[in-house]
């Protein structure tokens, strides 16, 4: 077998939560015992992201307020708006009218929901001042799902 | 064999069209009889984009609302923009002032061209309300190739 | 082996400096001899990122006055800042109210750090005009590492 699987679980606050997933990940690759190859981040839903930034106070705050300023949580889109994001296990219910995080959904398209991180020499190559986050956009809580994918 | 290659050939119409992908990258997957590793998806060309999103009326219509907002179709950047995106097959012939397509270049880059999904048990990760989308940013209708490729 | 590894070294002069990857990576890719597979660019730190773009002096100056616009280098955002990227060679040590670089994280975090490029026939999947390029966000010269994996 050259692909192994993990899966992260995290239950987040959204409203821009922002959560450090690199020792999640990490753990992912060690259990495989894998020293090299290619790791996917990936996190199902809608209105969640992946990417990777420092992750201290002041640059989650700058993050959290820029994508504010730059998508705000406002109704100024389409009418109706998005359905809100209902995870991966239960059906889609649009509510037209009834949206509360349509601007969740944009963020997270713009952002995206994975990154690609090489593993060489038993290590991720990320940055001392670089970790791995989710940035979760809805506006209530979630339980999410990571999915990271070793291959190798 | 551990790599699995798939080719979408879509027409489009550009100008802000978003094309859910979900279906033809599954049948790229079926086709390769694997059932667990990494799926990446790539467009080829520099106006259009690919990402994940609900794909409904609404999100879409929000979606192409913000992009206009934030990377306007407007002559405000730099004299001269981007040259037109040639695509794959025809060499590239910078035309200065001859450009309409300056904002599809950014906002492709902006979005970026590839995501990679996990695989895993025989299905993408992917929410029940997240499609993996294609954004064609381009200002007239073109023949685009979206490359699938199955690692396992 | 199905993974190759390479590392492309760049001096970077940051402030949104641009740099075309492709050919560095193509040389990684004709150096494992794969013809077939996924490759993974990724770079190291948290002020820059990597997409794709048409590598022109017009689309260059497209992207740096759209980026310079939505995330401008001002003092708006959260008081404290990020902390300077250090790399990842040297320790974090955020020095609060000192950094100069808060919007090099922000653009870097939007843009993200990977790309993932479909290897076919021994050709990536780009287009004419469509370059692999590294955006530097820094606000000073930085030594960057940038990792290409070869998956196949």
């Not at 420092?54 to 998005?82: I, K, T």
């Amino acid at each position: 077998v050259t692909v192994h699987t993990g899966l992260l679980r995290l239950e987040t606050e959204g409203e821009l939560q922002i959560v450090d997933l690199t020792e999640g990940v990490l753990a992912v690759v060690r259990q495989s015992g894998v020293t090299g190859g290619l790791v996917g981040v990936f996190v199902t839903g809608s209105t969640a992201a992946v990417t990777t930034m420092e992750f201290e106070p002041g640059g989650v705050d700058d993050l959290r307020a820029a994508l504010e300023r730059l998508l705000p949580p406002s109704d100024a889109y389409a009418p109706g708006g998005s359905a809100p994001d209902t995870g991966a296990s239960r059906p889609v219910t649009p509510e037209r009218g009834a949206d509360t995080s349509a601007h969740a959904h944009l963020r997270a398209s713009l952002i995206g929901p994975s990154e690609s991180v090489p593993l060489v020499g038993g290590r991720l190559v990320l940055g001392t001042g670089q970790q791995l986050v989710l940035i979760d956009f809805d506006d209530r809580p979630r339980a999410r799902e990571i999915h990271v994918q070793v291959v190798s």
